[in-house]
């Protein structure tokens, strides 16, 4: 689930504009559209292993002023990954990921998914996972409790989840990924083919994992690579939510 490129990254500039609110003991983060108050669609934004951390803020406010109510739980219970101790090196990653498999992590996306249809009324939930989170998005596209998925720069990638989704899936990936390697991705075409349902993969050039979220901005290829990853997101929910 980590790789050398986890260790670096950069924080982005903006102040988040959402608030948090605890959900059934959840500290959640909620973004909500200002043209649309009660939406009946939703996203569910499963995070890296940073949680809530203001790229990620600001990645779902930007979800947000595109249409969609979009809820980002703490997979990580305030356990999320220090920037500044992982950038350093020295953090003892494997004891971490240790205490946050599916065992802990499933029943904090299902009581978020419940609060989104039981308590916001939501109908349709489409789910973006980025690194870690994008487990998740397989796992509840696999048992159907979310309708379309996203994914950026996978980790921890299971082939019998994919190969068992209920809904249409589009990924982007990174030309330089020890994680999701070509010969992961290849695979993964290989058996979305055979799910029947849609699905996209787009690979980006000249960028590592992680571009998604902690990219150098000041540099035009990752920048310009960041919004066309953030853009395929938006279109797939547009077109398939």
């Known amino acids: 689930m980590s790789a050398p490129c986890c260790y670096s990254g950069f924080k982005h500039e903006g102040t988040p504009l959402g608030k948090f609110q605890d959900v059934n003991g959840v500290n959640t983060y909620i973004a909500t559209p200002s043209q649309n108050k009660a939406p009946k669609k ?6 890296d292993v940073f949680g809530l951390f203001d790229n990620n803020l600001l990645l779902t406010d930007q979800f947000a002023n595109s249409g969609y109510l979009t809820i980002l739980p703490d997979l990580f219970s305030g ?3 220090p920037v500044d101790v992982m950038e350093s090196g020295k953090f003892d990653f494997p004891s971490w990921a240790s205490k946050h498999g599916p065992g802990v992590t499933d029943p904090i996306v299902n009581s978020t998914l419940k609060y989104m249809k039981e308590v ?7 789910a973006v996972g980025y690194c870690y989170g994008a487990i998740y998005v397989n796992r509840f596209l696999k ?3 979310i309708h379309v998925g996203y994914h950026a ?4 990638f299971d082939f019998a989840d994919v190969s068992e ?12 990924d020890p994680v999701y390697t070509p010969e992961i991705r290849h695979g993964t075409e290989d ?3 055979r799910t029947g349902q849609p699905w996209q993969i787009n690979l980006f050039s000249g ?21 066309q990853a953030f853009s395929q997101a938006v279109s797939w929910f547009n077109r398939h939510l």
């Open 42 to 47: 939703a996203i569910l934004f499963l995070s």
């Open 79 to 81: 356990d999320q990954v």
């Open 120 to 126: 916001l009324g939501v109908d349709l939930v489409g």
């Open 143 to 145: 048992s159907g409790q």
């Open 153 to 156: 720069h996978p980790s921890g």
């Open 165 to 176: 989704i209920k809904g249409p899936l589009s990924i982007a990936a990174a030309e330089i």
């Open 191 to 193: 058996i979305l083919i």
């Open 207 to 227: 960028v590592s994992h992680g571009f998604a979220v902690r990219c150098d901005l000041s540099d035009p290829q990752q920048k310009w690579a960041k919004e």
